[in-house]
T-cell receptor
Framework: EAEVAQSPRYKITEKSQAVAFWCDPI?????LYWYRQILGQGPELLVQ????????DSQLPKDRFSAERLKGVDSTLKIQPAELGDSAMYLC??????????FGEGSWLTVV | EDQVTQSPEALRLQEGESSSLNCSYT??????LFWYRQDPGKGPEFLFT???AGEEKEKERLKATLTKKESFLHITAPKPEDSATYLC?????????????FGEGTQLTVNP
C-alpha cells in the first residue's frame, strides 16, 4: 500500500537554528498538505499545494516558515529561525480527491 | 469560523464493552466529516468520510453516523488493539479549499 513518506522522523534543534522537513506524497496525488500538531491537540493546516501552486497558506507564519513544491511532487517545509514554541509534530498529507486525505508518519521537532 | 468539539476527552473501556464517541461541529456548509485513528507518535490513519445527515459507514468494529450537528463513532465489542486517539475533522464548502478543521480527539483505552 502506497504511503506518504516523511523525513526526518525526529529532529532536535537549538533555538534560532534552521530546520527543514521533506515529504514525498503518494504517487499521483496532486494535492499536498503540511499540518502542525501540538501534543494533545488536533492537527492544524499550515499550507496546501495543488501541484506546484500554493492554494492556502493563510495559517503559515511567513516570517519564519516557508514551503515549496517546485516540481509538483515532493515538498520541503523550512523553519528559520526555530523558536521554542515550534516544538510539535509536522505532518504531511496528500490526496487525489478531496474526500480521502492520507497522512504520513510525521516529523517530530524539539527546539531546545 | 469552523469548530469541532470532541467528547469525552478520554474513555476507558473493558474489552467487549461497546460505547460511542461524540463529535459536535459548527461549519458553514459541510462538505465532509472525517474520522481518523491516531496511534501514539504516528500520523493519523484515515477511517471514514461522511457527507450528509443520515449517512452511516462501517469498518470492522467501528460505525460512524452523521447528523446535522454531530457525528458519532460507535465501537462495538472493542479489543485492546482499538486503543488509540480518534480524531474528527470537518471540511467546509469549496471556497475553503480542502482544509480540514480537527477536534482535539478522544483518547480511547481498551483494557483486556
Amino acid at each position: 500500500e502506497a504511503e506518504v513518506a516523511q523525513s526526518p522522523r525526529y529532529k532536535i534543534t537549538e533555538k534560532s537554528q534552521a530546520v527543514a522537513f521533506w515529504c514525498d506524497p503518494i504517487s499521483g496525488h496532486a494535492t499536498l498538505y503540511w499540518y502542525r500538531q501540538i501534543l494533545g491537540q488536533g492537527p492544524e493546516l499550515l499550507v496546501q499545494f495543488q501541484d506546484e501552486s500554493v492554494v492556502d497558506d493563510s495559517q503559515l507564519p511567513k516570517d519564519r516558515f516557508s514551503a515549496e513544491r517546485l516540481k509538483g511532487v515532493d515538498s520541503t517545509l523550512k523553519i528559520q529561525p526555530a523558536e521554542l514554541g515550534d516544538s510539535a509534530m509536522y505532518l504531511c498529507a496528500s490526496s487525489q480527491h478531496w474526500n480521502t486525505i492520507y497522512f504520513g508518519e510525521g516529523s517530530w521537532l524539539t527546539v531546545v | 469560523e469552523d469548530q469541532v468539539t470532541q467528547s469525552p476527552e478520554a474513555l476507558r473501556l473493558q474489552e467487549g464493552e461497546s460505547s460511542s464517541l461524540n463529535c459536535s461541529y459548527t461549519v458553514s456548509g459541510l462538505r465532509g466529516l472525517f474520522w481518523y485513528r491516531q496511534d501514539p507518535g504516528k500520523g493519523p490513519e484515515f477511517l471514514f468520510t461522511l457527507y450528509s445527515a443520515g449517512e452511516e459507514k462501517e469498518k470492522e468494529r467501528l460505525k460512524a453516523t452523521l447528523t446535522k450537528k454531530e457525528s458519532f463513532l460507535h465501537i462495538t465489542a472493542p479489543k485492546p488493539e482499538d486503543s488509540a486517539t480518534y480524531l474528527c475533522a470537518v471540511q467546509a464548502g469549496e471556497t475553503s479549499g480542502s482544509r480540514l478543521t480537527f477536534g482535539e480527539g478522544t483518547q480511547l483505552t481498551v483494557n483486556p
